[in-house]
């Protein structure tokens, strides 16, 4: 099975930018539609995005779109989300996991999930 590993995170002012990556190791990533949680304490965790295997198509949770963007390279098995104009209620702990659902929006499709990344935005 493949292992998945989030980095990147951190701690930014709002408006900044931050870019995480998700880097996979045991296994190709390249048949699998990637996507990005996120879950914020107390809070449910939420679909950010998705990236289908191929790369041709992305797909944004409402609260991100036009701010995030996510982007893959399957050579080096490794899958990025760059955050722009972070806000403080983008503060959560950032996964990625591999599915085989296109759209990648449905957490229970998911196979394989990272172990996660904190991403604090500060006001």
């Known amino acids: 099975q493949v292992q998945l590993v989030e980095s990147g995170g951190g701690l930014v002012q709002a408006g900044g930018s931050l870019r995480l990556s998700c880097a996979a190791s045991?296994?190709?990533?390249?048949?699998?539609?990637m996507g990005w949680f996120r879950q914020a304490p107390g809070k449910d965790r939420d679909f950010v995005g998705a990236?289908?295997?191929?790369?041709?198509?992305?797909y944004y949770g409402d609260s991100v779109k036009g701010r995030f963007t996510i982007s893959r390279d399957n050579a080096k098995n490794t899958v990025y989300l760059q955050m722009n104009t972070l806000k403080p209620e983008d503060t959560a702990v950032y996964y990625c996991?591999?599915?085989?659902?296109?759209?990648?929006?449905?957490?229970?499709?998911?196979?394989?999930w990272g172990q996660g990344t904190q991403v604090t935005v500060s006001s």
């Open positions: 990236i289908t295997w191929s790369g041709s198509r992305t």
């Open positions: 996991g591999t599915t085989t659902h296109s759209r990648g929006n449905v957490q229970m499709f998911y196979n394989a």
């Open positions: 045991g296994g190709t990533i390249s048949s699998y539609t």
